[in-house]
Nanobody
Framework: DVQVVESGGDLVQVGGSLRLSCTFS????????IGWFRQAPGKDREGIAC????????VYADSVKGRFTISDDKAKSTAYLQMDTVKPEDTAVYYC??????????????WGKGTLVTVSS
């Protein structure tokens, strides 16, 4: 069985930075897509970043473009989300997910339980 574990969530001030990590175990993927999603209180889950291993393609939601960076260290089976210039609206539970394939979908194959990021003003 595949385990997905996020870490790094914390309280951060407006304008600050934070790096989330996501570790995968239990299976080796050939071509895969890793996605970061978030869900703010009272809102639907939002896909914010996706990395495709086959060609290294990355895609960002407009809400985080230019501020967040997704990366993947296949040797460590770990993905990252570097969050810079955070805003109060970035407050949410952040989820990492992976699927076998070339792009992210809302119904990814395996999900973590989430890590809380709170941005204080």
């Amino acid at each position: 069985d595949v385990q997905v574990v996020e870490s790094g969530g914390d309280l951060v001030q407006v304008g600050g930075s934070l790096r989330l990590s996501c570790t995968f175990s239990g299976r080796t993927f050939d071509d895969y897509a890793i996605g970061w999603f978030r869900q703010a209180p009272g809102k639907d889950r939002e896909g914010i970043a996706c990395f495709g291993s086959s060609d290294g393609m990355v895609v960002y939601a407009d809400s985080v473009k230019g501020r967040f960076t997704i990366s993947d260290d296949k040797a460590k089976s770990t993905a990252y989300l570097q969050m810079d210039t955070v805003k109060p609206e970035d407050t949410a539970v952040y989820y990492c997910a992976i699927r076998s394939g070339y792009y992210c979908k809302n119904d990814m194959d395996y999900w973590g339980k989430g890590t809380l990021v709170t941005v204080s003003s």
